[in-house]
């Protein structure tokens, strides 16, 4: 993972923040837990841009949307995992 949250959050458009979260993406296998915060994080990033960039909201929303999802299931493959 190279960059930081802090860069992220301060991208002024929605390809600024984007550019900045894939230096943000966690490796390939990175443990369940680790995509769920990372996918929180830049979904609650997503919806800011809406308001940040009103020219790219419609793609900000729908980015939001799609990491609210991943996040929410990999916040149950977690769970699972912890399970059994």
Do not use: F, I, N
Not at 35 to 60: C, F, G, Q, T, W
């Amino acid at each position: 993972m190279h960059g930081s949250w802090r860069v992220a959050w301060a991208s002024r458009t929605l390809p600024e923040a984007c550019r900045a979260l894939l230096g943000l993406l966690p490796d390939r296998g990175a443990d369940a837990t680790v995509l769920r915060d990372y996918y929180k994080e830049s979904a609650k990033l997503y919806r800011h841009m809406v308001e940040v960039d009103p020219e790219h909201k419609h793609e900000a929303r729908a980015l939001a949307w799609v990491d609210t999802q991943r996040a929410e299931s990999y916040a149950k493959l977690a769970a699972s995992e912890s399970q059994g």
